[in-house]
């Protein structure tokens, strides 16, 4: 692996880990973890084979579960380039996709103010992960040509919800990470922007992960079956048509790709 920047002097690299499994991790990341002296890592980044991908390198979890970071962001940031000025070759290692939702820019300037060399290494991104790990594609040809990903970390003010509930009566495919908590605010938000009670909802959680489970329902029922079954973080929120895709067999989801297959076919 070639050394970026000045071969003496430190350097960090921020990887998207993935939804979790370990061998979601793309070859660069590993490649990076291999020559790494300390990884600082998320709670919800692949960590469980860290001592074979990172034999030599000193392991720090700064652990952010919900409502709880073992290290606030300053300090992880203060942590890394102290590290790295050190001479260190510092990994970052993050869940998903780094600059989904993940911080990954702020880390990346806080690498430019202290002058250090940074290379990103891009991750598979939960936004998408955890739907297909649902069977639930998020475009799908004659359904949804289009989707949008939009964090439920604070309940969302009535312009987004409206801007939401319109690409979603265009077809669009809305998918809302780190909403379980909100995600009454955020449905009855939906529903009164004009979204329909029978729109698909599905939450999975712990996509690619042991214990993934999808819980699906209607934009009007999501919430008391999400409640039922003790849906919790992490979880991706998928609403849409597409969200019938992923029963097999499934009437609606039958009906659903013969309208599709009808309209693509028109249109070819
Ligand atoms: N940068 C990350 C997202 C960080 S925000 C990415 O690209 O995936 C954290 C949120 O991501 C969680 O609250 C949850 O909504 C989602 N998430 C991360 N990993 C997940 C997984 N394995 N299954 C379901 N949701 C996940």
Do not use: W
């Not at 895709?245 to 297959?261: E, I, K, P, T």
Request: hydrophobic share 45%; glycine share 14%.
């Amino acid at each position: 692996m070639s050394a970026i920047g000045d071969p003496r002097g430190g350097r960090v690299t921020l990887i998207g880990g993935g939804p979790g499994a370990d061998d979601l991790l793309t070859l660069r990341a590993v490649r990076a973890l291999g020559s790494a002296d300390v990884v600082l890592y998320d709670r919800l980044a692949p960590h469980a084979l860290l001592h074979e991908f990172a034999p030599r390198a000193e392991h720090i979890d700064v652990g952010k579960t919900p409502g709880h970071h073992a290290l606030p962001q300053s300090g992880i940031e203060a942590l890394m380039v102290e590290k790295a000025l050190g001479g260190a070759h510092v990994v970052r290692l993050k869940g998903g996709d780094p600059y989904v939702l993940g911080r990954g820019g702020e880390e990346v300037l806080a690498c430019h103010r202290a002058g250090l060399p940074v290379e990103v290494v891009p991750g598979v991104t939960s936004a998408i992960a955890a739907p297909s790990a649902a069977g639930i594609p998020l475009t799908h040809r004659g359904v949804s040509t289009m989707f949008t990903v939009v964090s439920g970390h604070a309940p969302l003010d009535d312009d987004t919800l409206r801007h939401l509930a319109g690409l979603g009566a265009l077809g669009g495919t809305i998918v809302i990470l780190m909403g379980v908590a909100n995600l009454p605010q955020i449905t009855a938000g939906l529903a009164r922007h004009g979204l329909a009670a029978d729109l698909p909802v599905a939450v999975v959680e712990r996509g690619f992960q042991p214990g993934q489970r999808t819980t699906v329902s209607q934009l009007g029922g999501i919430v008391v079956a999400a409640h039922r079954a003790g849906a919790e973080s992490p979880a991706v929120i998928v609403v849409g048509e597409v969200v019938r895709l992923a029963h097999d067999g499934d009437l609606s989801a039958q009906g659903l790709m013969d309208r599709a297959a009808r309209l693509t076919a028109m249109d070819a």
